[in-house]
């Protein structure tokens, strides 16, 4: 399987054996058999998916079934769920020869980290100190799939370069990370980000770049013959990117307020994804002498519009707002694609092989500053007082929060996200270094015939 | 066309005529018309889809028109609508060059397969004595797709064997026979069976097993050349794979009771998902050498979860049960495709091209005596009294059957089920064994170009 | 880049350039700023999607969040944003070399065309007279979607035959050109139009085939090797066809009335597609000598019912009419595909790519008068004196309108639309005529290597 022994840093050095019989097999029953026990423990229904509905109705004068908290987000969950496994699956299949890997073990991991975020998520968030039980419902099953949404972002910088084992353990750790790092943002600091620019996309994103800067390849090129797609891949990519593109507008307003916070999430990010199209197109065709498209540019820079509205996208941003969002991070995500990306590899020894710094990392911290100022310009007029006591949740312990605070709080919470991230990301790479964890060699990258049986 | 003059119990043997020119349109003529006049005699509106609900509303004092039942159920129906047509149409897309046949037969059954579901399940379930009228509205329409899944499972173990003529036979009696078990198991025994592990899966696995025992193909090696995926039908596969997937959860809660009973069923199937992905990969991984992955079992077996919770999806079967039938579905089905697949085809000469049966047929009769198991242990403390006769629907003449009874009658529904697939099955093989049905010769299996006109 | 000279109309006439790396980026930017300076100036939250919504439900007595419009109409937007990019897009995937320009112009015109379109819809149905704004919400967002398609039909006429500028200005006068003749039809006519037969697909379909007519190519058929499909190129546009199928029952229901209406029109569209699918099967297999299926006919005319039910899905017209709609357009639409379309293009020298005459004009046209038929039939026994006052709107100074004039107006309708359709469509080839759009050579068409980077 080649060797290795060209690596720089080179603390570790044997022939690579990608063989994962073993260590596949163990990881996925351990686990999974871990997940039942702590399940059994601790997680249990919450009242509206609990048998006892009818008595809870009944004593909470609720008069009617729609009530239940399903019929507000189902639909919206659902379209999240299909973004994870086919929009981030169907993505990363736009490699010639790794399109297994790409919705394969995208599907693996994000089932594995959805049961381990409702764990940790349960603790963090929603743990009944008198009974020690977490309480499940719709809505945490989409906090779930946003939490493994971190993880499958990072699983972008390193597509084509680990193992499944080492995805699980970036994985474990990244769900454990996304929930402290959730719990100090939105709890701690009391931000507002309801699809997740900072605690999904800009965490996410750091953490992927600095687990790929730790393993950084420098012979990498050995298996350049496979960093690129073919015809039909990339129509198989524009399957995840159409998916993504369109749900979206669900993703950022799945979780916001019931009623008027859903209706102006999903218009705001409807209309700033459409912009980043326009400003996408133009950018990559102007990069070509003859003003060619590039897919890349088509496939991944029409989203930067939904990543940097996460935040701000149940504020009262105003649709030309909106659109000014998309307008400007279509632009700048293309521009990365085009000028970052390449420096990165060259001076900071980056390899991001799906470029998620240009589609998550940089327009999800662009989105928690944008949403910071959004916060910090509210005022009272705009949203009537209820309303901006509903929006930014202004209740209890925050009664007294000013909306220029709040901005402030929005503002560092960014910046937590992405110090989690760096932090997180530089520390599991140091983890997934061990040499036992079956990565492939340097001229063995992105190829499916490592990890599976491939019929000619 | 190739001979096949060896066909070993020989009742029937001339050389095979695929030409369907005046079958098929003759098939799809008579029975459309068929419909549309049967339609004509029994098919109305119901309350909620007629232009009176406006007085309906008002007779019943509902005060909003989201209390209709549309808005409880139709974002499921859809989700459930793709399940049946990209779902079951994708997945059977991975050989190599029966794309078409997976994904156009599948289309052209099911749409018939739901217009006479609609009757037939009816005639024995909404039939109003008074009018002599069948009223349907959105669950109809949901019961009708279900209805179809039956045929379609059936499908997938004769896929590449069989004439399109021949399939509209096998949905016509599988509907029919289908909406008798299911009268029997529903109706007489009075079983749950929400996401249909009995009713379903059970039955549409033995049915389109039993077909396929009395095609045995003795010289099927023939075509083994074409029995077999490509890399990119493989990838198309996945696009069945994970809409089934992220609808299961749809598909287990669509006709379940409003608020707790669709939240609930919801919950256990997405969790018991996630669970069968992960043994899935462990045993697949354990069955390779060097720990490699089968796309076979990861399109496949992954699924066992959200067949085997069809029954108990909306029972207290509690998060960590749902964790471990998936864990359990994912390894039985997973050996399925390993050992059993190969021991049926070798000693009981039954040929089962998508291997239903570890997919359908065995986690299907699984999850009916899950369900019995479930039903029988269920409480008052858990459930509360009146959540309990909800869920059951102990009412009206059931009003003192108690748990261990439901129990004994769920087992007994999955048998009923079972027996439903496996005699109506053998008769319809035997059907289908008259020679006028243009099914392709031994040598002639999975390949398009006897059906379709495919482009060089 | 091969020369035009032999273009017979003749009157611009110099060597194809198809450059666009200026004038589609200077497109894409200074309509994207126009779109954002007119958005500031115009586009405001509507009141259910305002912060002020808790005042509003205050002050309105809604009593719940759920009485939102959000809840009634954003699972049914979901379904039909989808059929926009993923249906539309995919179903024009099926050329052999230019499915990036299938999918990738399609996604571009639309997230251009829905901004256009809530401008211009605002314009003619929303500006409120007051404020001199347009409030919008989930329904806007829907109606922005149905204005886009209208542009995106009249692609399937062009597609592999323009350049993505020439498509950009085919967007601007359709969505221009729709806006108008909607507020001819819907407001001055008062035509009930939910799904668009005429509206939508008359208009579409006639504004394409017009385009198409004045951009006649004598020499398109040297392009013709790449005029056609491959095997996976045929699988890909079955994606597109089976999300538009699936979903079709949502487009048509997406803004009826709530309650019956919604439910009625999707039971209508369900039930008078799957009838589509089995005539088409029978035509298409009569036409061939062997029986064999064409794709073409099942990638196309099996979504004839949907279009032809555009109208009076939300009318009473019985599940068996609705059937008998679909019988009826599946065989009239495979007709077309076998027979129409070589017809026009040999004597009316009318190049049709995706064939939309069969699959939106002819059926968009016959969907209006079905509609007209259904709507004079109408009877107060039928509706109930309330539901006829509902459905057809016959409220103000439409009080008095009685359904036989109704069915007078609906006729009228869609002439008006066929007319703005072939008289807005020749105006609009004349503009697109000019040699400065950089369309590509008669030797150059259907090949993405024009306007796309393609690896090899």
Redo the contacts between chains.
Sequence with gaps: MGNCCDCVTGFFCRPKN????????AV??V???A???L??VF???DE????????F?REHNIT?????????R???F??V??MI??GF??LM?FLK?Y??GG??FN??IA??G??WALLMQGWFHSLDPATGKIY???ES?INADFCCAGSLIAYGALLGKVS?VQLMVVTLFGVTLFAVEEYIILTLLHCRDAGGSMVIHAFGGYYGLAISWVLYRPNLHQSKRLN?????S???A??GT??L???W??FNSAITD???G???A??NT??A???S???T???S??S????????VH?QNA?LAGGVAMGTAAEF?I???GS??VG?CTGIISTFGYLYITPFLEKYLKLQDTCGVHNLHALPGMLGGFIGAIVAAAATES???A???I??FDFEGSFANRGVGTQGGFQAAGTCVAIAFGLVGGAIVGLILRIPIW?DPADDNCYDDE??????K
Excluded at 48 to 55: G, I, L, P, R, Y
Excluded at 64 to 72: K, M, Q, R, V
Excluded at 228 to 232: A, L
Excluded at 289 to 295: C, S
């Design positions: 990608t063989n994962v019989r073993v260590s596949l097999p996925c029953f686990w999974q058999i997940m039942i026990i399940f059994g997680i249990r229904y509206e998916s609990d048998a006892h509905w009818v008595e109705k009617s079934d729609i009530e239940n908290d399903f019929y507000f189902y639909p919206s659902q379209d769920h299909v496994f086919v699956g169907f299949t020869r399109s297994f919705v394969g599907f693996l089932a594995f959805l049961q499940i419902g719709v099953l499944p690129g797609s073919v015809y039909h990339d129509v198989f524009m399957i159409l998916f593109w369109m749900f507008p669900s019931h009623g008027d859903q209706h102006r999903a218009i409807y209309l994804l459409a912009s199209v326009l400003t197109v133009a950018i065709s102007m070509q002498k003859t003003g060619k498209l590039d897919m088509i029409t009262m105003t649709p030309y659109l000014i307008f705009v949203y009537s209820e309303g901006l509903n929006v079956g490592v990890y599976w049986e491939v019929r």
